[in-house]
Nanobody, 121 residues
Framework: QVQLDESGGGLVQAGGSLRLSCVAS????????MGWFRQVPRKQREWVAA???????NYRDSVKGRFTITRDNAKNMVYLQMNSLKPEDTAVYYC???????????????WGQGIQVTVSS
């Protein structure tokens, strides 16, 4: 099993920045792709960004140019730098890890508990 713990969420004004962090523990050798998802009430969880072990990245269109996903394999960490935040970015953000390769949108094997990000207008 893999445990994922997110940190760094909070309240920020529109146009501001936040950095989310996620640390993985447990059976980390099984992890391939890591990513971030988000969810708002009464809507499906949506994929935001993904990163391969080698650092190749992919993003949903609405965050391209504003969000950056990075990964530190030595520390078992993945980060999401969020700039130029908009009220529509408000959601619970989830760190996720998968045993499979491929950077597209799909359901991952392991999930964090989620962390709230609120962007005020």
């Amino acid at each position: 099993q893999v445990q994922l713990d997110e940190s760094g969420g909070g309240l920020v004004q529109a146009g501001g920045s936040l950095r989310l962090s996620c640390v993985a523990s447990g059976s980390i050798s099984s992890i391939n792709v890591m990513g971030w998802f988000r969810q708002v009430p009464r809507k499906q969880r949506e994929w935001v960004a993904a990163i391969s072990p080698g650092g190749v990245t992919n993003y949903r269109d609405s965050v391209k140019g504003r969000f950056t996903i990075t990964r530190d394999n030595a520390k078992n960490m993945v980060y999401l730098q969020m700039n130029s935040l908009k009220p529509e970015d408000t959601a619970v953000y989830y760190c996720a890890a998968d045993r499979l390769s491929g950077l597209g949108s799909r359901w991952y094997d392991y999930w964090g508990q989620g962390i709230q990000v609120t962007v005020s207008s």
